[in-house]
């Protein structure tokens, strides 16, 4: 007995050996400053000198705020763009590629518009943001397309009505490529007899997208609908390179939002307070969606 | 209602031609097996008989009716696949029944039909189950049942059983020929395992590479192959096949047997040789005991022979084995083209 139990202790040091590198790297990057940005969001501070604590003052404050709470409103319409429109475009695409392009025209050009859609996704944000900002300005390609079609234009990231479509469409075009990769990569270990058998059984295209094509790839789009929707939530590049937020906070989010805080207004422990309450609900969001996808995982 | 008749059905793929004039008639509730090597073309020609590979060149009908531009769905047909395609987050009704949603068939009479085909098959109490909690053999059946309760016309098979495991085959075996033989179907099956096409099978037809080597009764087939392919293929262990000139071995031992002059090859299936007194004398190189019968591996002036004896010998590797056998079993194929020679 007394061996079995020296065995074991050593087999978990062991354990603990291999999960010291992640752990420390965890603490350093993630614990560590999120520990410290919970205890700056209880105090009033501006970056120098020492923090005066205020104890809930700035949950109070972010409570009653109305940016913040626009901020998050805009989050939902972001929810949307990198989340809900391009999962379900990517899975119609990648349907389509997989299910039409590669049959009928060959493996290559599926794997072309493959790599085409997911060249946004290696572009750089800050050159995306300037590719956009040519296309999107009042003189852009954009304008001057629709000039040509006898549509009136408009200053599509300077006008607060059209702001937030304009970077939502940016953002599903960015977004795509990641989602349509991973659902023809979670196609390609699909059972081909499986469309075949339901050709035969009589069902067309439309009903092998909806009663093959979707439930087969129930892993991959919780994955990708859980972790684009935590990149929706704490979105702030394409926002910080296309508009600042602006016009008029018409594109703040909670991401843009903290960094002002930190950075411009340098209220930091309202920034912190930001963070913090936008961490929070980005956990809440994720642990709820995991425990569904379990719930449901088990029910099958 | 179910014929399948094939006129000079070709495959291409870009200048590769896979199956080339292929002209086969399948009758009415007859269980038809395609068998060959792999690679033969057989699993390709099913597929294009349900529709799934486009055809080259040729006509094929169902039920006299030209089914070439015809949807695999219109077909009037029902498939059951290799890895029997079972839908793995339906249960086994709703894998049953998706042909007949798809057909928004009444909700009564789909349940009628699902009903009967899970009692003929012994699946009634697995319906509500999914199909990784069934067995291989279970699974086969909701494959069996899904065609069923199409009521088609064709059934079309590829190579059902070859992922199951050797007992569970031969009992599969039987109950889809007692299945098929009491809906009648007209059935076409393939596989590679001649031993599944012998024991299954109204008519086979033997295949190799892309073409028809030769269609019969499984009996046909094993009495009088039409060519030393079908001989080597039909029966295990396979034929002996023993070059001979001029009724004597390579190493001029004469044979007692008639043969024609000039060059043959003489085939003589392994179970066919007994030990006796009188016949050839073999050199043996192995022994294998199954208990049922005992194989010996031998050669015969140089060439490799094989013997499937029910008597049990006493014989080692190295030692010398006189075999008898009657000439009736005897089979002569042209040494050059390898066809019949008939006697």
């Keep these: ?300 | 209602m179910g014929a399948v008749t094939l006129s000079g059905v070709a495959k291409r793929y870009g200048g590769t031609e896979v199956l080339r004039d292929i002209n086969l008639s399948i009758e009415e509730g007859e269980f038809a097996i395609l068998v060959g090597p792999s690679g033969c073309g057989k699993s390709t020609l099913l597929r294009m008989i349900a529709g799934l590979e486009e055809i080259s060149g040729g006509d094929i009908s169902i039920g006299g009716r030209r089914v070439n531009d015809l949807e695999p769905k219109d077909r009037d047909i029902a498939m059951v696949f290799q890895s029997y395609a079972l839908y793995p987050h339906m249960t086994v009704a709703d894998n049953m029944g998706f042909a007949l949603k798809m057909a928004r068939v009444d909700a009564a009479e789909k349940q009628a039909r699902i009903t009967r085909a899970a009692e003929m098959l012994g699946l009634t109490p697995y319906l509500d189950r999914y199909p990784r909690a069934l067995s291989g053999g279970q699974r086969q059946r909701v494959a069996m049942g899904r065609a069923m309760v199409r009521d088609p016309a064709v059934f079309l098979f590829d190579e059902p059983l070859s992922n199951l495991d050797a007992k569970l085959r031969v009992q599969m075996r039987s109950e889809i020929r007692q299945t098929q033989a009491r809906l009648g179907v007209t059935t076409v099956y393939v596989t590679h395992d001649q031993i599944e096409a012998m024991t299954m099978a109204d008519r086979i037809i033997v295949m190799n590479g892309g073409r028809i080597e030769q269609v019969g009764t499984p009996l046909d087939l094993y009495d009088r192959p039409a060519n030393r392919f079908v001989a080597e293929f039909i029966g295990s262990p396979a034929m002996n096949m023993i070059a001979v000139t001029d009724g004597r071995l390579p190493d001029g031992t004469a044979l007692p047997l008639i043969a024609p002059a000039g060059a043959v090859t003489v085939g003589l299936r392994p179970e066919h040789l007994h030990p006796g007194p009188a016949g050839i004398t073999v050199q043996v190189t192995g022994v294998e005991p199954t208990g049922a019968e005992t194989l010996i591996t031998a050669t015969l002036a140089g060439q490799p022979i094989t013997a499937a004896l029910r008597d049990r010998v006493t014989v080692r590797p190295g030692d010398s084995l006189t075999l008898g056998f009657d000439p009736a079993h005897l089979h002569l194929f042209d040494a050059g083209s390898g066809q019949r020679i008939s006697r």
């Design chain 1, 1 to 300: 007995m007394a061996a079995i139990s020296q065995s074991r202790r050593t087999g978990s040091a062991v354990y603990w050996l291999y999960l010291m590198p992640g752990l420390i790297g965890f603490v350093l990057v993630v614990g560590l400053p999120f520990a410290m940005n919970v205890a700056i969001s209880f105090t009033k501070w501006r970056g120098i000198g020492m923090p005066s604590f205020v104890g809930l003052a700035n949950y109070d404050r972010l409570l009653g705020d109305a940016a913040f709470w626009s901020s998050m409103q805009h989050t939902l319409f972001f929810v949307v763009a990198m989340a809900v429109i391009p999962t379900i475009l990517s899975l119609i695409l990648a349907a389509t590629l997989f299910d039409y392009v590669a049959t009928q025209f060959g493996q290559g050009w599926s794997s072309f518009f493959r790599a085409g859609y997911y060249l946004p996704q290696i572009l750089p944000v800050s050159a995306a943001g300037v590719l956009w900002s040519w296309i999107l300005n009042p003189h852009g390609v954009l304008n001057l397309v629709l000039r040509g079609l006898g549509l009136e234009g408009s200053n599509w990231l300077g006008d607060p009505s059209y702001a937030i479509y304009a970077v939502m469409g940016v953002m599903v075009w960015i977004q795509i490529g990641y989602s349509l990769v991973v659902f023809m990569s979670g196609l390609g270990r699909v059972d081909p007899s499986l469309y075949e058998a339901a050709r035969l059984d009589g069902a067309g295209a439309p009903q092998r997208f909806w009663y093959i094509t979707i439930p087969m790839l129930r892993p991959e789009i919780a994955v990708i609908a859980l972790t684009t929707t935590i990149a929706a939530l704490k979105v702030f590049a394409p926002v910080f390179v296309l508009t600042n937020g602006g016009p008029d906070n018409s594109t703040i989010v909670p991401s843009y939002f903290s960094y002002t805080h930190f950075f411009a207004t340098v209220r930091v422990g309202y920034g912190a307070a930001i963070s913090t309450a936008q961490t929070a609900i980005t956990i809440l969001l994720g642990l709820m969606f995991l425990r569904l996808q379990t719930r449901k995982g088990d029910a099958r």
